[in-house]
């Protein structure tokens, strides 16, 4: 009885949570990641700075980079990233179809079946004109926007954000996340302005606290 009680106390450290989920690797590799072009030409590479980043550029152009995994939120249900903005696409504004692009978009998209009409999605954006809040997207009734960063937030500068992913799905789609499969979305647009966008991401990962 001893040994088995021995052996529960030492297997007990792992299966213990992590405390930090990696979505981004440490040399920022996104060859693993499924690139999806929706119009124009995709235009993205890692660049060093004082850190490396991913730099997305946008021509009259929207595209996305995807990852897909299984990961219990409500255990580490903090989305952490870091981003920075060198040009807004001009005149975009989150709220009307015809100007919906943003310099940057970090999705966190919950699939169901069929995932290609059934899912909920929240979208961590950095818009050209709206103000900080919450905003239905006026495209797809099964996506809302966060709007985090705006045209007053300062250009060429890195901004770390966190936001609880757990707590935004029960409040915006009275979803608990457990166990799930999850799908992460990098995205730029800038086609519906017709105009220009640049921006840099780094790393993305979720933590416990």
Not at 187 to 193: F, G, K, P, Q, V
Request: aromatic share 12%; charged share 25%; with cysteine.
């Amino acid at each position: 009885m001893k040994k088995i009680l021995t052996l529960i106390l030492f297997l007990i450290p792992s299966l213990t949570f992590p405390q930090v989920i990696n979505i981004t690797d440490p040399d920022m590799d996104f060859s693993s990641w499924k690139l999806k072009v929706f119009r124009g030409k995709a235009n993205f590479r890692v660049e060093k700075q004082s850190r490396k980043m991913l730099k997305l550029v946008s021509d009259n152009s929207s595209y996305s980079l995807i990852k897909e995994l299984q990961m219990d939120v409500s255990e580490t249900p903090f989305l952490n990233f870091e981003w920075k903005v060198e040009c807004l696409p001009k005149g975009a504004d989150v709220r009307f179809k015809e100007k919906d692009d943003q310099a940057i978009q970090i999705y966190v998209i919950v699939p169901f079946f069929p995932e290609t009409i059934n899912y909920k999605a929240i979208g961590y954006v950095w818009d050209s004109s709206v103000n900080n809040g919450i905003h239905q997207s006026p495209k797809f009734s099964n996506i809302k926007y966060v709007v985090l960063r705006d045209g007053s937030s300062e250009l060429n500068r890195v901004y770390k954000e966190k936001r609880n992913v757990y707590e935004d799905f029960k409040n915006l789609w009275g979803l608990e996340l457990k166990k799930s499969n999850i799908i992460i979305a990098i995205s730029i647009d800038s086609d519906d302005t017709r105009s220009n966008a640049i921006s840099y991401l780094g790393e993305i990962f979720f933590s416990k606290d």
